[in-house]
Nanobody
Framework: QVQLVESGGGLVQPGGSLRLSCAASGSIASDDRMGWYRQAPGKQRELVAE???????NYADSVKGRFTLSRDNAKIILYLQMNSLKVEDTAVYYC?????????????WGQGSQVTVSS
């Protein structure tokens, strides 16, 4: 089992910054695939940023240049630094880990963190 505990959401004005954290524990390694997704009201959940299993970074086009994904490999904590926030970034953000086992690939999710960008 893998546990993902998120922190850092909140309310911020347009142009502001927030940092999300996701602390992982359980059967997870520092090189497992991890990332952040988000879901806005009435929309599907979408990928925001992720580290792939090979360590490659992927960002959604909508956040490139504004969001930065980083990871503390020793503690297995994933961070998402969000700068120049826009109203359209408002969503519930979810930490995700994809764990490869002999039986397949398993998705684990954090509890969700509300990010609201509003003036």
């Amino acid at each position: 089992q893998v546990q993902l505990v998120e922190s850092g959401g909140g309310l911020v004005q347009p142009g502001g910054s927030l940092r999300l954290s996701c602390a992982a524990s359980g059967s997870i390694a520092s090189d497992d695939r991890m990332g952040w997704y988000r879901q806005a009201p009435g929309k599907q959940r979408e990928l925001v940023a992720e580290f792939t299993g090979s360590g490659t970074l992927n960002y959604a086009d909508s956040v490139k240049g504004r969001f930065t994904l980083s990871r503390d490999n020793a503690k297995i904590i994933l961070y998402l630094q969000m700068n120049s926030l826009k109203v359209e970034d408002t969503a519930v953000y979810y930490c995700n880990a994809k764990i490869v086992k002999w039986s397949g690939v398993y998705d684990y999710w954090g509890q969700g963190s509300q990010v609201t960008v509003s003036s």
